[in-house]
């Protein structure tokens, strides 16, 4: 049975313009925007994030933007209950909802579901993250090949809150991490459509590395300096923040830690259109397309009707 509701996902790398593009099909279309950007949650993170900006904000409802503190417990599993009650109550008013944001994980959360986890002690976590603090990321992830080799495979290995994951469940249950990943698809009651932005490498790699000036501009530096107190928050150990912590530590310097927020965050984009390949589906569009041509794309694909 067809239906009715659709959630359209804004998806490409990051420094793309996923946002405006995300804010100019709302327009056209008169919807709301939910992102699923899993570093736009924290309030206190206002310049490292790239969020919308308050014009941005006003023109157009947003959800789920600054709603969280980076002291808060969250993750994707509790992302994916709150969204979802939000999207199925913002589909009782409209027939369309713009997804958009770079985290894939948290965006396959809402479209298709995760799988259902056991709840874990919190001092296992606790172990966990004070082995990583203390000894390093390349001692979890020698952990995890030894006792999940498929999922080491798998993982992006420099994202170490999912390795303690994976590695918290095997501590627990006795079992793979593997083995709870169904990847069962959850009954929605909406279609889901993917836009993926597509961008010449070295153009990406310049739009990136102007926006980390602009960040510099914006000051973010002095925003890391306001939070190096909670250094240790996997919420912070992110591009643009822990480069600058190990430059207040004097491990490197100013300009070192610039140009490694740059380095890596060009690396992440190259792991995030990796991700992107598994959309078979998607509709494939420049990142400075014209926005009435990427709308008929649309329309034709989820075959509306006016």
């Known amino acids: 049975m067809r239906k009715n ?39 206190e993170l206002k310049i490292g994030t790239s969020p919308p900006s308050p014009s941005q904000l006003n023109h157009i409802t947003h959800h789920l933007i600054h709603n969280k503190s980076i002291h808060d417990i969250y993750n ?12 199925n109550k913002l589909f009782k008013e409209t027939d369309i909802l713009i997804l958009v944001g770079g985290s894939g994980l948290y965006a396959d959360s809402i479209m298709n579901g995760i799988d259902d986890f056991p709840e874990i002690p919190s001092n ?9 603090n203390s000894s390093g990321l390349e001692v979890i992830q020698n952990k995890l090949k030894k006792l999940d080799v498929k999922y080491y495979n798998e993982v992006d290995l420099n994202n170490s809150n999912r390795i303690i994951r994976a590695l918290e469940i095997i501590e627990f249950t006795g079992k793979p991490f593997s083995l709870f990943r169904t990847k069962k698809k959850k009954e929605r009651i909406f279609q889901s459509q993917v836009i993926v932005m597509e961008c010449e490498r070295n153009k990406l790699y310049n739009r990136i590395n102007d926006r980390v000036d602009n960040m510099i501009l914006k000051g973010l530096e002095n925003e890391v300096l306001g939070l190096k107190d909670f250094k240790h928050l996997n919420t912070l150990n992110t591009v643009g923040y822990k480069e600058f912590f190990k430059y207040f530590e004097d491990k490197i310097s100013y300009t070192d830690a610039i140009d490694k927020i740059k380095q890596n965050t060009r690396n992440y984009a190259k792991r995030q259109i990796t991700w992107l390949k598994k959309y078979k589906s998607s509709i494939k569009v420049n990142y400075n397309q014209d926005i009435d041509k990427i709308i008929n794309k649309l329309f034709k694909s989820i075959k509306w009707k006016n």
Do not use: H, M
């Open 124 to 132: 296992i976590r606790e172990g966990l993250i004070n082995e990583y």
């Open 5 to 43: 509701k659709n959630l359209i996902y804004i998806a490409g790398p990051t420094g793309i313009g996923k946002t405006n593009l995300s804010i100019e099909i709302a327009k056209k279309l008169n919807t709301e925007i939910i992102s699923c950007d899993s570093r736009q949650f924290y309030k």
């Open 76 to 87: 994707v599993g509790l992302y994916e209950k709150e969204a979802i009650e939000l999207v």
